[in-house]
């Protein structure tokens, strides 16, 4: 039976790594005590029911890592981890499939100690959603925030990465990526990278439902000429905030009718940054269209700056989006203003 007892010594080692990964998500990241203790305790206990049946060192002398044959087996996947929240489902996935593996082998030794290692990895479903929740309370920090910057790289002169950094050291909560005209592959190469270099903060990609999947986005905002809100709901389901654009009242309430979980009303003034931008609405207009709509989170979008925003917020909008006023000039100047006058709470982790 040592095979049976390399299995159980690979997965219980393949557990306790991926308790470890999640464990240190729960402690350093979310630092929520409860949890980090539950999990600690979890795996403790696991490692303690697997011990019954075999010592550590019948386990230890079990392997044979020379001849493993599946050591030099990979895939891509493995190797790719979109965020935080990407290497949190990943290792929970790992904790569960070894759970299940180590529950299927003990059956042959010890048939009641498997049925409480059953308890064991419902229990775990329990934990994992606790802590997969904490994510979601994450991607509600959305509505707590004032200022949403959009970048759109072909509208700077800027180096993207160098943004990226200062976009990180700023620690701005939300960024929506804007990148028209460009391959399918540098939007998403992009995306990845700043999910990657802004890893505590909200991302969301601009038009592209496909490449906010494939970078691990937080979100993605749709306009009429996208994929339609009701497909995208469709297959973001709830793991991605989804906003939508509306140019007038009528296709504000068209889209209120469906619950997106924001609407961008715009331009409300004249902007440069978009050259196919409807005729702009005016101030007096766009905020009696939101203050007709008071259950709806509702964004302010075109030709915003520090005044224009606080007015809009002021008559009935929850946040407005940025352009040329953060990313035109200095970056990190820009965004020191929005600070002074919405506080590091509007708009800051």
């Given amino acids: 039976m040592d095979s049976v007892k390399r ?29 980090t203790t539950s999990a600690k305790n979890f795996r403790h206990r696991f490692s303690h029911f697997v011990k019954r049946s075999f010592s550590a060192t019948e386990l230890y002398i079990s392997r044979d890592i020379a001849e493993d044959i599946g050591k030099e087996i990979s895939t891509d996947e493995e190797e790719i981890r979109s965020g935080l929240e990407a290497i949190f489902y990943s290792n929970a996935g790992r904790v569960k499939e070894s759970i299940r593996v180590v529950e299927e082998f003990l059956k042959l030794f010890d ?3 498997a049925k409480e290692v059953e308890k064991l990895r419902y229990e775990f479903y329990q934990l994992e959603k606790e802590a997969a929740e904490l994510f979601n309370k994450r991607t509600g920090v959305f509505y707590s925030k004032k200022i949403y910057p959009v970048f759109s790289p072909k509208c700077f002169d800027k180096d993207f990465k160098r943004v990226c950094d200062i976009l990180r050291a700023s620690r701005i909560a939300i960024v929506q990526l804007r990148m028209k005209g460009v391959s399918t592959k540098e939007y998403t190469d992009s995306a990845k990278y700043m999910r990657t270099a802004l890893s505590e903060s909200l991302i969301i990609i601009n038009d592209r439902m496909d490449v906010a999947l494939a970078s691990g986005a937080n ?59 409807s005729s702009p609405l005016g101030e007096k207009a766009a905020i009696k269209i939101a203050s007709g709509h008071p259950d709806v989170f509702k964004v302010a979008i075109g030709g915003i700056n520090t005044d224009r925003a606080e007015k809009l917020i002021k ?13 035109e000039g ?16 509007g708009v800051l982790i």
């Fill in 219 to 277: 979100g993605v905002h749709i306009g009429d000429s996208d994929m339609d809100y009701k497909t995208v709901r469709s297959l973001a389901g709830d793991s991605l905030l989804v906003g939508v654009s509306a140019v007038n009242g009528k296709k504000f309430s068209e889209y209120a009718a469906l619950a997106p979980d924001y609407i961008g009303l715009g331009p409300v003034f004249k902007t440069s940054s978009k050259s196919d931008a």
């Fill in 7 to 35: 299995i159980i010594d690979v997965n219980l080692n393949r557990f306790n790594e991926g308790m470890r990964v999640l464990e240190e998500l729960l402690r350093f990241y979310f630092e929520d005590i409860k949890l």
């Fill in 315 to 327: 008559g009935g909008f929850e946040m407005a989006a940025v352009v040329s006023d953060i990313f």
């Fill in 330 to 345: 200095d970056i990190e100047k820009n965004l020191q203003r929005y600070v002074d006058r919405f506080g590091d709470e």
């Fill in 111 to 113: 048939p009641a100690l």
